[in-house]
């Protein structure tokens, strides 16, 4: 089955950067958008940003300018560069990416999350 592991979470100063990772593994066919979303504490979960398999790009406003989301099609995985980072910015990261796998059905996989912490 497919599957998405994330890495590159922790704690950070304001003002400090942070590269996430989340590389999509198993029974992969074909991975089509891939999304970043985050939640923080006692706050919905909300789309951070996403990219297309040719590259197209959404961001929301509140990270615009500070945080990049990219992709490798050849390793299956996403990032997120988050620059500025700012207390507003904790939350548990989360990867979300549309496939069709190769063994299985099409649909909407998940990562387990990895948490993200500005703090002074």
């Known amino acids: 089955q497919a599957q998405l592991v994330e890495s590159g979470g922790g704690s950070v100063q304001p003002g400090g950067s942070l590269r996430l990772s989340c590389a999509a593994s198993?029974?992969?066919?074909?991975?089509?958008?891939m999304y970043w979303y985050r939640q923080a504490p006692e706050k919905e979960r909300e789309l951070v940003a996403s990219i297309g398999s040719a590259g197209s790009t959404i961001y929301a406003d509140s990270v615009k300018g500070r945080f990049t989301i990219s992709r490798d099609n050849a390793k299956n995985t996403v990032y997120l560069q988050m620059n500025s980072v700012q207390p507003e910015d904790t939350a548990v990261y989360y990867c979300?990416?549309?496939?069709?796998?190769?063994?299985?059905?099409?649909?909407?996989?998940w990562g387990q999350g990895t948490q993200v912490t500005v703090s002074s």
């Open positions: 198993g029974s992969i066919g074909r991975v089509y958008r």
């Open positions: 979300k990416a549309d496939i069709y796998p190769t063994v299985g059905r099409y649909g909407e996989y």
